[in-house]
Protein backbone atom coordinates (compact mmCIF):
# COMPACT_ATOMS: atom_id res chain seq x y z
CA UNK A 1 0.00 0.00 0.00
CA UNK A 2 0.89 3.55 -0.43
CA UNK A 3 -0.14 4.79 3.30
CA UNK A 4 2.02 5.12 6.20
CA UNK A 5 2.80 1.57 8.17
CA UNK A 6 3.52 0.77 11.41
CA UNK A 7 4.50 -2.04 13.29
CA UNK A 8 4.10 -4.10 15.29
CA UNK A 9 -0.11 -3.49 15.88
CA UNK A 10 0.33 -4.00 19.01
CA UNK A 11 2.74 -4.36 21.72
CA UNK A 12 2.32 -5.40 25.29
CA UNK A 13 6.07 -5.24 27.88
CA UNK A 14 6.42 -5.80 31.11
CA UNK A 15 7.89 -2.95 33.46
CA UNK A 16 10.89 -2.39 32.53
CA UNK A 17 11.55 -3.37 29.31
CA UNK A 18 13.00 -1.92 26.12
CA UNK A 19 10.73 -1.70 23.07
CA UNK A 20 11.34 -0.34 19.64
CA UNK A 21 8.19 1.12 17.41
CA UNK A 22 8.55 1.10 13.82
CA UNK A 23 7.51 3.55 10.99
CA UNK A 24 7.43 3.47 7.43
CA UNK A 25 6.54 6.66 5.89
CA UNK A 26 5.13 7.26 2.89
CA UNK A 27 7.74 7.12 0.21
CA UNK A 28 9.26 10.52 -0.79
CA UNK A 29 8.17 12.41 2.05
CA UNK A 30 10.39 14.11 3.90
CA UNK A 31 9.13 15.12 7.11
CA UNK A 32 8.23 12.33 9.35
CA UNK A 33 6.07 12.68 13.38
CA UNK A 34 5.80 10.88 15.79
CA UNK A 35 2.82 11.67 18.40
CA UNK A 36 1.68 10.01 21.71
CA UNK A 37 -1.75 8.86 21.89
CA UNK A 38 -3.41 8.41 25.77
CA UNK A 39 -6.88 6.59 25.94
CA UNK A 40 -9.48 9.05 25.42
CA UNK A 41 -7.30 11.85 24.90
CA UNK A 42 -5.84 13.63 21.15
CA UNK A 43 -2.37 13.16 20.13
CA UNK A 44 0.19 14.63 21.62
CA UNK A 45 3.66 15.69 19.54
CA UNK A 46 7.04 13.95 20.46
CA UNK A 47 9.09 15.05 17.73
CA UNK A 48 9.95 15.20 14.31
CA UNK A 49 11.92 14.75 11.39
CA UNK A 50 13.13 16.01 8.29
CA UNK A 51 15.00 13.49 6.15
CA UNK A 52 17.37 12.12 8.72
CA UNK A 53 17.74 15.38 10.83
CA UNK A 54 15.81 15.40 13.99
CA UNK A 55 14.93 18.72 13.99
CA UNK A 56 12.40 19.23 17.21
CA UNK A 57 12.30 16.46 20.15
CA UNK A 58 10.32 18.62 22.66
CA UNK A 59 7.99 16.33 23.27
CA UNK A 60 9.93 13.51 24.62
CA UNK A 61 8.75 13.31 28.12
CA UNK A 62 11.55 12.04 29.50
CA UNK A 63 15.73 11.02 28.57
CA UNK A 64 14.38 6.96 28.11
CA UNK A 65 12.60 8.04 25.01
CA UNK A 66 14.69 7.97 21.73
CA UNK A 67 13.88 8.41 18.33
CA UNK A 68 15.95 8.12 15.38
CA UNK A 69 15.71 8.13 10.94
CA UNK A 70 18.74 7.52 9.99
CA UNK A 71 18.57 7.07 6.39
CA UNK A 72 15.76 9.78 6.00
CA UNK A 73 13.24 7.25 5.67
CA UNK A 74 11.89 4.29 8.31
CA UNK A 75 12.04 5.81 11.42
CA UNK A 76 12.09 3.93 15.08
CA UNK A 77 10.66 4.76 18.72
CA UNK A 78 12.22 3.60 21.24
CA UNK A 79 11.58 3.76 24.99
CA UNK A 80 13.79 2.53 27.52
CA UNK A 81 12.78 1.03 30.70
CA UNK A 82 8.96 0.84 30.05
CA UNK A 83 6.77 2.88 33.10
CA UNK A 84 2.82 2.11 33.07
CA UNK A 85 2.50 5.53 31.92
CA UNK A 86 4.27 5.07 28.97
CA UNK A 87 1.19 2.84 27.95
CA UNK A 88 -0.60 4.42 24.99
CA UNK A 89 -1.34 4.49 21.35
CA UNK A 90 1.71 5.78 19.03
CA UNK A 91 1.33 7.44 15.51
CA UNK A 92 3.50 7.98 13.20
CA UNK A 93 2.45 11.17 10.28
CA UNK A 94 4.50 12.04 7.50
CA UNK A 95 4.12 15.01 5.01
CA UNK A 96 5.37 15.65 1.89
CA UNK A 97 8.18 18.26 2.26
CA UNK A 98 8.75 20.79 5.63
CA UNK A 99 6.18 23.60 4.73
CA UNK A 100 3.63 24.20 7.00
CA UNK A 101 -0.43 23.61 6.25
CA UNK A 102 0.79 20.57 4.69
CA UNK A 103 -1.39 17.21 5.20
CA UNK A 104 0.00 14.96 7.78
CA UNK A 105 -0.32 11.28 6.69
CA UNK A 106 -1.24 9.06 9.90
CA UNK A 107 -0.67 5.32 10.51
CA UNK A 108 -2.46 3.16 11.87
CA UNK A 109 -0.44 3.36 15.47
CA UNK A 110 1.11 1.09 17.70
CA UNK A 111 -0.96 0.60 20.85
CA UNK A 112 1.50 -0.47 24.30
CA UNK A 113 0.09 -1.40 27.09
CA UNK A 114 2.47 -1.59 29.84
CA UNK A 115 2.23 -4.50 32.44
CA UNK B 1 2.42 28.28 21.58
CA UNK B 2 -1.33 26.98 21.06
CA UNK B 3 -3.71 25.56 23.25
CA UNK B 4 -6.82 24.14 21.45
CA UNK B 5 -9.91 23.07 23.29
CA UNK B 6 -13.28 21.37 22.17
CA UNK B 7 -15.70 21.22 25.07
CA UNK B 8 -18.18 18.57 23.20
CA UNK B 9 -17.05 15.00 24.41
CA UNK B 10 -19.76 13.43 22.42
CA UNK B 11 -22.12 14.20 19.86
CA UNK B 12 -25.25 12.35 18.24
CA UNK B 13 -27.57 13.31 14.87
CA UNK B 14 -29.52 11.89 12.83
CA UNK B 15 -28.66 10.38 9.60
CA UNK B 16 -29.40 12.83 6.74
CA UNK B 17 -29.44 16.11 9.53
CA UNK B 18 -26.60 18.33 10.26
CA UNK B 19 -24.49 18.64 13.13
CA UNK B 20 -21.93 21.63 14.51
CA UNK B 21 -18.75 20.33 16.28
CA UNK B 22 -17.09 23.32 18.61
CA UNK B 23 -13.54 23.88 18.36
CA UNK B 24 -11.29 26.85 20.23
CA UNK B 25 -8.20 27.76 20.29
CA UNK B 26 -5.63 29.80 21.40
CA UNK B 27 -2.29 31.27 19.89
CA UNK B 28 0.61 33.61 20.00
CA UNK B 29 1.07 33.15 16.50
CA UNK B 30 0.36 35.99 14.33
CA UNK B 31 -0.34 33.25 11.43
CA UNK B 32 -1.36 30.01 11.73
CA UNK B 33 -3.14 26.95 10.42
CA UNK B 34 -6.75 25.12 11.93
CA UNK B 35 -7.50 21.58 10.98
CA UNK B 36 -10.14 18.75 11.50
CA UNK B 37 -9.43 15.53 11.23
CA UNK B 38 -11.37 12.24 11.46
CA UNK B 39 -9.90 9.19 13.65
CA UNK B 40 -12.39 6.28 12.96
CA UNK B 41 -12.51 3.25 15.06
CA UNK B 42 -9.81 1.30 12.95
CA UNK B 43 -7.62 4.29 14.11
CA UNK B 44 -6.23 5.71 11.30
CA UNK B 45 -6.14 9.62 11.37
CA UNK B 46 -7.95 11.67 7.89
CA UNK B 47 -7.86 15.07 7.26
CA UNK B 48 -11.43 16.30 6.67
CA UNK B 49 -11.01 20.12 5.91
CA UNK B 50 -8.14 23.02 6.67
CA UNK B 51 -8.25 26.86 6.77
CA UNK B 52 -5.72 29.31 6.55
CA UNK B 53 -6.25 31.98 9.22
CA UNK B 54 -5.55 34.76 7.00
CA UNK B 55 -8.25 33.54 4.93
CA UNK B 56 -11.50 35.50 5.51
CA UNK B 57 -13.60 33.04 3.26
CA UNK B 58 -14.28 29.92 4.96
CA UNK B 59 -13.46 26.58 3.69
CA UNK B 60 -15.11 23.85 2.29
CA UNK B 61 -14.64 20.51 1.20
CA UNK B 62 -18.00 18.92 -0.30
CA UNK B 63 -20.52 18.06 3.15
CA UNK B 64 -18.28 19.49 5.53
CA UNK B 65 -17.79 23.17 6.21
CA UNK B 66 -16.06 25.79 8.92
CA UNK B 67 -17.47 28.38 10.43
CA UNK B 68 -13.76 30.48 11.43
CA UNK B 69 -14.54 33.49 13.94
CA UNK B 70 -10.84 34.53 14.01
CA UNK B 71 -11.60 37.15 16.46
CA UNK B 72 -13.53 34.84 19.00
CA UNK B 73 -10.56 32.13 18.18
CA UNK B 74 -13.42 29.86 17.39
CA UNK B 75 -13.25 27.20 14.15
CA UNK B 76 -16.24 25.06 14.15
CA UNK B 77 -17.11 21.64 11.43
CA UNK B 78 -20.59 21.68 9.96
CA UNK B 79 -21.59 18.21 8.85
CA UNK B 80 -24.45 18.38 6.73
CA UNK B 81 -26.49 15.63 5.17
CA UNK B 82 -25.27 13.07 7.83
CA UNK B 83 -23.92 9.36 7.12
CA UNK B 84 -23.05 6.32 8.78
CA UNK B 85 -19.68 6.58 7.76
CA UNK B 86 -19.45 9.69 9.12
CA UNK B 87 -19.21 7.93 12.99
CA UNK B 88 -15.74 8.72 14.23
CA UNK B 89 -13.70 10.97 16.41
CA UNK B 90 -12.94 14.33 15.51
CA UNK B 91 -10.39 16.44 16.53
CA UNK B 92 -9.51 20.16 16.12
CA UNK B 93 -6.24 21.10 15.41
CA UNK B 94 -3.78 24.06 15.49
CA UNK B 95 -0.09 24.69 13.25
CA UNK B 96 2.01 27.88 13.98
CA UNK B 97 3.74 29.35 10.68
CA UNK B 98 6.99 27.89 10.21
CA UNK B 99 6.21 25.32 12.78
CA UNK B 100 5.69 21.57 11.93
CA UNK B 101 3.80 20.03 14.51
CA UNK B 102 0.70 20.21 15.15
CA UNK B 103 -1.58 20.86 18.32
CA UNK B 104 -4.69 18.51 18.75
CA UNK B 105 -7.73 18.91 21.16
CA UNK B 106 -8.92 16.55 22.80
CA UNK B 107 -12.12 15.07 20.47
CA UNK B 108 -15.24 14.68 20.25
CA UNK B 109 -16.98 11.36 19.48
CA UNK B 110 -19.68 11.25 16.73
CA UNK B 111 -22.54 9.12 16.65
CA UNK B 112 -24.47 8.41 13.34
CA UNK B 113 -27.93 7.21 14.20
CA UNK B 114 -29.60 5.52 11.72
Known amino acids: GAGVSQSPRYKVAKRGQDVALRCDPISGHVSLFWYQQALGQGPEFLTY????????KSGLPSDRFFAERPEGSVSTLKIQRTQQEDSAVYLCASSVDKSSYNEQFFGPGTRLTVL | AQTVTQSQPEMSVQEAETVTLSCTYDTSESDYYLFWYKQPPSRQMILVIRQEAYKQQNATENRFSVNFQKAAKSFSLKISDSQLGDAAMYFCACQGRGAQKLVFGQGTRLTINP
Open chain 1, 49 to 56: FQNEAQLD
